[in-house]
T-cell receptor
Framework: AQTVTQSQPEMSVQEAETVTLSCTYD???????LFWYKQPPSRQMILVIR??????QNATENRFSVNFQKAAKSFSLKISDSQLGDAAMYFC???????????FGQGTRLTINP | DVKVTQSSRYLVKRTGEKVFLECVQD?????MFWYRQDPGLGLRLIYF???????EKGDIPEGYSVSREKKERFSLILESASTNQTSMYLC????????????FGQGTRLTVV
């Protein structure tokens, strides 16, 4: 079974600085999808960024980018120019290409210090 | 704008009660999911459904059942609520094919006393 591990329960960063959240996963599949979700205090889960495993290029969405290392099974999220609105729980998730369900990590709580 | 709506944001129930959590999506998605969220454990899948009247067990189905009579509606049922089912419950939906994301409801915080 696939597993997703987020080893940082909490992180904090100064406003305007850069922070990287770690995620590793375990799978025997070669084709799959990876996601980062954000859950602010409102509890509404929002997709931040997605990566398809067959694409070597790292995905980027404005201030958010990933470092996808397929061989190492690592999928970290970099947030540049951190803003107060980035404060939230962040979840890494995995979905096999032929599967329907998402497998989530434990989450990382990100605090932004003004 | 896509929408997944859960019937309650907060719910307090007594031990032994039968509890229904309702979820409706307006995106014509085939898949619907129920997750449970606990601190330090992330989101764990309880059940999911890929079609009307179809269901599959997730990682923690014990003590729960589900119902999907219509494509847009997916209900989670706690047959006899217990205190260890106090948690946040999240409903989600997605398309079957492609790298599509799952869309989530706003969550129901259930307390069993």
């Amino acid at each position: 079974a696939q597993t997703v591990t987020q080893s940082q329960p909490e992180m904090s960063v100064q406003e305007a600085e850069t922070v990287t959240l770690s995620c590793t996963y375990d799978t025997s599949e070669s084709d799959y999808y990876l996601f980062w979700y954000k859950q602010p205090p409102s509890r509404q889960m929002i997709l931040v960024i997605r990566q398809e495993a067959y694409k070597q290029q790292n995905a980027t969405e404005n201030r958010f980018s990933v470092n996808f290392q397929k061989a190492a099974k690592s999928f970290s999220l970099k947030i540049s120019d951190s803003q107060l609105g980035d404060a939230a729980m962040y979840f890494c998730a995995y979905r096999g290409k032929g599967a329907q369900k998402l497998v989530f990590g434990q989450g990382t709580r990100l605090t932004i210090n003004p | 704008d896509v929408k997944v709506t859960q019937s309650s944001r907060y719910l307090v129930k007594r031990t032994g009660e039968k509890v229904f959590l309702e979820c409706v999506q307006d995106m014509d998605h085939e898949n619907m999911f129920w997750y449970r969220q606990d601190p330090g454990l992330g989101l764990r899948l309880i059940y999911f459904s890929y079609d009307v009247k179809m269901k599959e067990k997730g990682d923690i189905p014990e003590g729960y059942s589900v119902s999907r009579e219509k494509k847009e509606r997916f209900s989670l049922i706690l047959e006899s609520a217990s205190t260890n089912q106090t948690s946040m419950y999240l409903c989600a939906s997605s398309l079957i094919k492609g790298a599509t994301e799952a869309f989530f409801g706003q969550g129901t915080r259930l307390t069993v006393v």
